[in-house]
T-cell receptor, first 111, second 110 residues
Framework: GENVEQHPSTLSVQEGDSAVIKCTYS??????FPWYKQELGKGPQLIID?????GEKKDQRIAVTLNKTAKHFSLHITETQPEDSAVYFC??????????FGQGTRLTINP | SQTIHQWPATLVQPVGSPLSLECTVE??????LYWYRQAAGRGLQLLFY??????ISSEVPQNLSASRPQDRQFILSSKKLLLSDSGFYLC?????????FGPGTRLTVL
């Protein structure tokens, strides 16, 4: 079955700098890759996703890139702000099948 | 628009007591429904999922059970809680690709 590895487990960046979180997956048939942001005490929130027919997707300060050959995908946050501090999860699946989540990255933005 | 509700938001229960957590979804039909548990500072552990009324798949053998009596209702239960059942319980729904989580229930077993 699918296995997703996420790195780093913790990440600390200065406000205004960029943050990058990376995930690798094992099943080459996976074709859907979402990213979630979880703030303390809340449920994870879907922030961006990408499908295997696209190499990159952007939404304002957030972007996701996908390398199908290497089976890895990354979340890029530019011009980080204090409200970006949270735990971020990546996931992978075939469409309509169970999502397999990474272990999470705790991102801290230092003012 | 779609909305997912979970209740209660927080719950403190003694060891050996029963449990019933409820999740309902509005604004969508025939969703896949999921129960996850999250230990403090940890990742998301899938407990159960359902693709339709009365259809439940268990991911991890344990002290819990799930039921789906209606299309948009998903219930997590236990007959006797253990200390290890403490955690943050999340319900989620999914149609085709995108999956959305509820606000969660914080369960503390004492």
């Amino acid at each position: 079955g699918e296995n997703v590895e996420q790195h780093p487990s913790t990440l600390s960046v200065q406000e205004g700098d960029s943050a990058v979180i990376k995930c690798t997956y094992s099943d080459s048939a996976s074709n859907y890759f979402p990213w979630y942001k979880q703030e303390l005490g809340k449920g994870p929130q879907l922030i961006i996703d990408i499908r295997s027919n696209v190499g990159e997707k952007k939404d304002q300060r957030i972007a996701v890139t996908l390398n199908k050959t290497a089976k890895h995908f990354s979340l890029h946050i530019t011009e980080t702000q204090p409200e970006d501090s949270a735990v971020y999860f990546c996931a992978a699946s075939k469409v309509a099948q169970k999502l397999v989540f990474g272990q999470g990255t705790r991102l801290t933005i230092n003012p | 628009s779609q909305t997912i509700h979970q209740w209660p938001a927080t719950l403190v229960q003694p060891v050996g007591s029963p449990l019933s957590l409820e999740c309902t979804v509005e604004g969508t039909s025939n969703p896949n429904l999921y129960w996850y548990r999250q230990a403090a500072g940890r990742g998301l552990q899938l407990l159960f999922y359902s693709v339709g009324i009365g259809q439940i798949s268990s991911e991890v053998p344990q002290n819990l059970s799930a039921s789906r009596p209606q299309d948009r209702q998903f219930i997590l239960s236990s007959k006797k809680l253990l200390l290890s059942d403490s955690g943050f319980y999340l319900c989620a729904w999914r149609v085709v690709s995108e999956q959305f989580f509820g606000p969660g229930t914080r369960l503390t077993v004492l």
